[in-house]
């Protein structure tokens, strides 16, 4: 019986750091989710980005969608404003998709580098999942197993938006000025 225990013990002291491991992956997608809508209150939009008052702040998801549902469910009935926020998911971006909000997990995948390209200089705040900081406005990064993030506010205001002083005071480092 001894030696059971033993053995028993030892798998859970082995599996400790997987079973931690796998409850953080599980977190992740929820709270990027969570993020991503609540940026949006903290970013000044060009009053062009907006066809009315009440026009819906659209959040795109490209190239990887590793939200599904959770997204949908968390922005389920937020606005900011008066505006709803929706959630469209696409294959490939051009300028003139409406994206307000545009995320890309795969950033170096082709299509997330032509959509890039497409988003630079137009009224789109762009979230990565680039941990070097290189790929859009605002890129997520995971330290100590928690989502964090890093902003480009030069970046930023080249697409002609504003991120709040508060949203810059969350980040790990807001390089490139304000």
């Not at 225990?5 to 400790?16: K, P, Q, S, T, Y």
């Not at 079973?19 to 929820?30: F, G, M, Q, V, Y």
């Not at 389920?76 to 998709?97: D, F, Y």
């Not at 197993?145 to 030069?154: G, L």
Request: with cysteine; net charge positive.
């Amino acid at each position: 019986m001894k030696a059971a225990a033993r053995l028993l013990i030892a798998a859970v002291l082995c599996l400790a750091p997987i079973a931690t491991a796998r409850a953080a992956d599980s977190l992740e997608a929820p709270v990027k989710a969570t993020y991503l809508y609540k940026f949006v209150p903290f970013v000044e939009w060009p009053a062009a980005a907006f066809t009315s008052p009440t026009q819906s702040v659209v959040l795109c998801v490209l190239v990887g969608d590793p939200f599904g549902a959770v997204l949908d469910q968390a922005v389920r009935g937020q606005k900011v404003g008066a505006r709803p926020i929706s959630v469209r998911r696409l294959a490939r971006t051009e300028k003139a998709t409406g994206c307000h909000v545009l995320y890309l997990s795969a950033p170096r995948a082709p299509a997330a580098v032509d959509a890039l390209q497409s988003a630079h200089g137009a009224p789109v705040l762009t979230v990565t999942d680039q941990a070097n900081g290189a790929g859009g406005i605002v890129n997520f990064v995971l330290r100590e197993n928690r989502v964090r993030f890093t902003i480009d506010p030069r970046a930023a205001a080249h697409n002609g938006l504003t991120i709040s002083s508060k949203l810059l005071s969350l980040a790990l480092n807001a390089r490139g000025g304000g």
